[in-house]
């Protein structure tokens, strides 16, 4: 785990990462979004849950949360679910029918812990509006994220995450070129199904995000990106045009174990 940071006001960022050998380093974060009803996005990575949990507890009083919006039920998001549903039990897990039965493949959880949300679909939690959003690239059939009412944000899951060459906490410290080739590689890591997708359909999904006119995207898979929308946009109209990644196979990783150094 990182040290958190601000990524507006009452929006906090949670920030980790993890390795791909060979392509680079991934963020992972989790948001905190402090308001009338504390709601924690997603809870880090499994591997590293008790550190997770950790920093968490430095932000907030894990028993005030009252929410807690699961983007999507992979092992990068879903780390500290069960720790948080004992610490905090007021809280309930935002999630569509399919997260949740994902869910359960890892413990109990009770249908009156979940709340059951669809895309465009709102849920008012205190002082904001929540509305479920389709991203236009994702990697599991769960997948929602979410724009906020108040603070305008779109939290957009693992959709215009990068594979980093070094770790950054605002995605404009990066030279613009790079960061379009670092996002439209993991776009062809994280969702290979894009190289066959219909060109209108993929168009139309990125106009209907562009039309939500966020203040700012807050990815699982990339730094807080104030005010960059639109570029990031015309990046990812790029992508399935891109060759899906396929990673080396046992030969390849073999002939790299033998030229490494002792
Ligand atoms: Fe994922
Ligand atoms: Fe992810």
């Known amino acids: 785990m990182e040290t958190p940071y601000t990524a507006s006001g009452e929006v906090h960022v949670l920030p980790s990462h993890v390795e791909i050998p060979g392509l680079g380093l991934i963020p992972v974060n989790a948001f905190l979004l402090r308001g009338s009803e504390p709601l924690l996005v997603d809870t880090g990575v499994f591997a590293e849950r008790e550190a997770f949990f950790a920093t968490l507890c430095k932000l907030i009083d894990p028993a005030d949360l009252r929410w807690l919006w ?46 059951l949300l669809n895309p465009e679909q709102s849920i008012d939690i205190g002082d904001r509006r929540l509305t479920a959003i389709k991203p236009p690239i994702y990697d599991a059939p769960e997948t ?76 699982s898979h990339l730094p807080i990106a104030p005010g960059m929308l639109e570029r990031f946009l015309d990046t990812i109209a790029r992508v399935p045009d891109q060759t899906p990644f396929v990673g080396p196979d046992q030969a390849a990783v073999q002939q790299m174990l033998a030229q490494a150094p002792p």
């Open 70 to 115: 699961l983007t999507h039920a992979d092992p990068d998001h879903m780390g500290s679910v069960y720790q948080l549903l004992e610490a905090a039990p007021g809280l309930r897990v935002i999630t569509t029918f399919i997260g949740a039965g994902k869910l359960t493949l890892y413990g109990a959880l009770p249908m009156e812990r979940l709340y």
């Open 144 to 219: 929602m994220g979410l724009l906020d009412s108040k603070s305008g944000a779109l939290i957009s899951a693992g959709c215009f995450g990068a594979v980093l060459s070094t770790l950054a906490t605002d995605a404009r410290q990066i030279p613009e070129d790079e960061l379009a080739e670092r996002q439209i590689l993991w776009a062809t890591v994280d969702a290979p199904w894009l190289s066959g997708v219909d060109r209108t359909h993929f168009a139309n999904a990125l106009n209907r995000i562009r039309a939500l006119a966020p203040t700012q995207v807050l990815s």
